[in-house]
């Protein structure tokens, strides 16, 4: 049996910088040079699934979203 992960997905060309998702700063960077986010990992484990999908709610931007995979 696979182990599942949520993949997380961020569309920077939708990012603006709002930076509510440093909430999760093992997962999301703000590059401050171009004021717009950037993963630090795709994956993450998915005991954290609702984390993430709270975070994706909360981007004004809509930039951020997530789904489970089979690793």
Do not use: W
Not at 3 to 31: M, P
Request: proline letters at 1%; hydrophobic letters at 40%; aromatic letters at 4%.
């Amino acid at each position: 049996m696979a182990n599942e992960k949520v993949e997380v997905i961020l569309d920077t060309h939708k990012c603006q910088g709002y930076g509510l998702c440093l909430g999760a700063d093992d997962v999301f960077d703000l590059d401050s040079s171009v004021n717009i986010a950037r993963l630090k990992t795709r994956f993450v484990d998915v005991s954290r699934l609702g984390e993430i999908e709270q975070i994706a709610r909360d981007c004004p931007a809509n930039a951020i979203s997530c789904r489970v995979v089979q690793e």
